[in-house]
C-alpha cells in the first residue's frame, strides 16, 4: 500500500479527535467525518508504520447512526467535529473515550465511570454562551467571520451558527457590514498587518444580557469609530450591556490579550447559575454552557460533600463559581486563578452573592497553595486541607501542584477535567496516594469530541504527613 492507492473501509472505531478507524490488511486508517458503521471508499493520504491516514471519497453504506448535520458547513468547519453522528451515539463514544483513558493512560483496571449527563433532546442546538470568531477577508473583499478549518488559519465562512445563542448570527452581521463601511482592515496572521482579529460574543444565559468585544492588534480604533460602533450596535440590540476592545498585538495564535477598553456599558456582563449571581468579564473563565452548567456543579458538589466545617481549596477557580457553590456548604473556601480580571469578577461575584467565607488570590495554583502550608508548617500548624477541588484547562495540572497536593495530603480531591487524556495523566501521578472512587463524564460540547467530566477521589494513606 502506498499514498494515493484507493481501499474501501469498514469503519469498527472513532479516533479521540472523532476520526473513524477502519482495517485494511492489518492496517489501522484514519478517516475523517466517517462514524462507526460507516463503508466507505478512501484514497490513502499518508502511510506511517503501522496505521496511515485516508480520505473518504464515496460513502458505500452509511452508518444507521449517521445524520445530517444541521450545519451546512458541518465537516469542514473545526467547530464540531462529529455533528455527523447522531448524538446518542456521540454521548456513548465521549463516555467510552473517558474510560478507555482512565483505563488506557490511568492505569485504572475497570475505571468507575457513571452514565455520561447528556443534553435533552435528539440534536441540542443553541447552547454556546460563548463565541469567539476570527476575522478575516473574502474573495469579494468584503469582511467574513466564521471559524477556522481544522489545524488551518483558512476561515470557513459562516452566516449562521447552529450552536451559539441568538441573536450571535445577527450581531455578527451588522459587525461585519461595519467593518466593511467603515473601512477596518482584518488582521492578517501570515503578515502581522490588519486591525480586527476576532469578535468575541457572550450571552447570559439566564439574564440575556450581551457582551460584544472585539479583539485588535492596536490601541484602538481610528477617529471617530468607536462611537459609531456603540451607536450602530446599541440601536439594533438593545440587550447590549457591555462593548469592548480587547488589545492584542502579539503574533501568536493566542485570541485574546492581556488588556481590555471598555468602549460601553461596564467591563461585565451578569448571569446566573441556580441562585448565584455571576459577573463575567471577556478574560474569564466561565462555562460556555449554560444549561448544563448547574448540573456539572452540582456533581461536584455532590463529591465534596460539605457539611459545614470544611477548608477547601479551589484551584484554578476562574470567576469563583465552583468557590461559591462550596463556600454555602464549606467553612472557608480558597480559590487561586492566574488572571487578574477573574480574581477581581471573583470578589465581585462573592461581595453581590452576600458570601464572605470565600477567600481569593491571584497567582499560579502552583506557587500558592505550596507556599500557604510551607508557611503554616513553619508556623508550627498543622492546618490540612479538607477537600481540593482542581478544574485545570486542558493541558491539565502542573506537576508541581500535583506534587504539592501529594505532600499535603487532602483527605479527598474533586478533580473536574475538559480533556479525560490530561485527567487521567494527572490521576496515575495522584494515585500514589489517591483512588478513583467515581467519575462522571458530562456533556458540555454537543457535537464536539470534547468531554467534561467529574471525578471525586479518596486519600488511601490512614496518616498524614504533617511536616
Known sequence: MKKNDLIELKIT????????????????????????????????????????????LEILRPSSERVVPPCPVALSCGGCQIMQLDYKAQLKYKENKVRENLERIGGIANPPVRPILGMEGQCPLHFRNKVQFPVGRGKDGKAVTGFYAGRTHYIIETENCPVSQPPADELLSAIRQFLDENGLEPYDSQSGNGLIRHVLIRKGTATGQIMVCLVINGEGLPGSTSKKLVSTLTEAFPAIKSICLNINKENTNVILGGRTVCLYGSEYIEDRIGDLTFRVSALSFFQVNGVQTPRLYEKALEYADLHGDETVWDLYCGTGTISLFLARKAKIVYGVEIIQAAIDNANENAQINGIDNAVFYCGKSEEIFPEHYRAAREKGETEIPDVVVLDPPRKGCDPE?????????????????????TLARDIKILSQKYRLAEA?????FPHTVHVETVCCLYRRVTHRNNG
Open 13 to 56: 472505531d472513532m479516533g479521540v479527535n472523532g476520526e473513524g478507524i477502519g482495517r485494511y490488511e492489518g492496517y489501522a486508517f484514519f478517516v475523517k467525518n466517517a462514524v462507526i458503521g460507516d463503508e466507505v471508499r478512501a484514497v490513502i493520504t499518508k502511510m506511517n508504520k503501522g496505521y496511515g491516514f485516508a480520505k473518504a
Open 401 to 421: 501542584l500535583l506534587e504539592a497536593i501529594l505532600d499535603t495530603e487532602p483527605e479527598k480531591i474533586v478533580y473536574v477535567s475538559c480533556d479525560s487524556a
Open 440 to 444: 462522571t463524564p458530562v456533556d458540555m
